[in-house]
C-alpha cells in the first residue's frame, strides 16, 4: 500500500516541477502559445488533483498507528497544490490582461489597484477555504476515531457479559457441589 502512496508522490512531484515550470513560461510566450499552455496546465492541474486524491485514499487504509506522517505528507501537498493554483490563477490574469490590452489597446495601468485587490481577495478565499477543509479533515478522522472506540467498547460489553454469565454458571455449579456435599456428609454420619 506505501508502495502505491510512494508512487503517486513520485508522479506528483514530477507533475508539479512541470506545471511550475510552464506557468513560469506562460508570460513570455506569443498569445498562440499562451492561450495552448495555459489549457496545458489546466489539464495537467487536475491531473495533480485527482493524485492528490489518489494519494487522500491511501492515507485513508493505513492504519491509524502510522497514518500521520503520511498524513502531514499530504498536508504539504495540498499546500504545494494550493501554491500552484495560485501561482496559475495570477498567470492566467496577468494573460488575460494583456489579451484585453492588445484588444482595447489600454496600457492595463488603471486595472493595476483592481487586480492587486483581487488578487487579494482571492488568496483569502483560498486560505479560509483551504481551513474548511483541514476542519473537515480533522472531523472526518475524529468521526472515524470515535467509531473505532464505540466497536471496542462494544467488544469489551460482549466480553464482560461472557465472563458474567461464566461467573453466573460457576456459581451455580459451586452451589450444586456444595449441596451434594452436605447431602454426603450428612448420610455419614
Excluded: C, W
Excluded at 4 to 31: C, H, M, S, W
Excluded at 132 to 156: K, R
Amino acid at each position: 500500500m506505501s508502495s502505491d502512496f510512494e508512487g503517486y508522490e513520485q508522479d506528483f512531484a514530477v507533475l508539479t516541477a512541470e506545471i511550475t515550470n510552464k506557468i513560469a513560461r506562460v508570460p513570455r510566450l506569443p498569445p498562440d502559445e499562451k492561450k495552448q499552455m495555459v489549457a496545458n496546465v489546466e489539464k495537467q492541474l487536475e491531473e495533480a488533483k485527482e493524485l492528490l486524491e489518489q494519494m487522500d485514499l491511501e492515507v485513508r487504509d493505513i492504519p491509524p498507528q502510522s497514518r500521520g506522517m503520511y498524513s502531514n505528507r499530504m498536508r504539504s501537498y495540498k499546500q504545494e497544490m494550493g501554491k500552484l493554483e495560485t501561482d496559475f490563477k495570477r498567470s492566467r490574469i496577468a494573460y488575460s490582461d494583456e489579451v484585453r490590452n492588445e484588444l482595447l489597446g489600454d496600457d492595463g495601468n488603471s486595472s493595476e489597484n483592481q487586480r492587486a485587490h483581487l488578487l487579494d481577495n482571492t488568496e483569502r478565499l483560498e486560505r479560509s477555504s483551504r481551513r474548511l477543509e483541514a476542519g473537515y479533515q480533522i472531523a472526518v478522522e475524529t468521526e472515524q476515531i470515535g467509531q473505532e472506540m464505540l466497536e471496542n467498547l462494544s467488544h469489551d460489553r460482549e466480553k464482560i457479559q461472557r465472563a458474567r454469565e461464566r461467573l453466573r454458571e460457576t456459581d451455580a455449579n459451586l452451589g450444586k457441589s456444595s449441596r451434594i456435599l452436605t447431602g454426603m456428609l450428612r448420610s455419614e454420619f
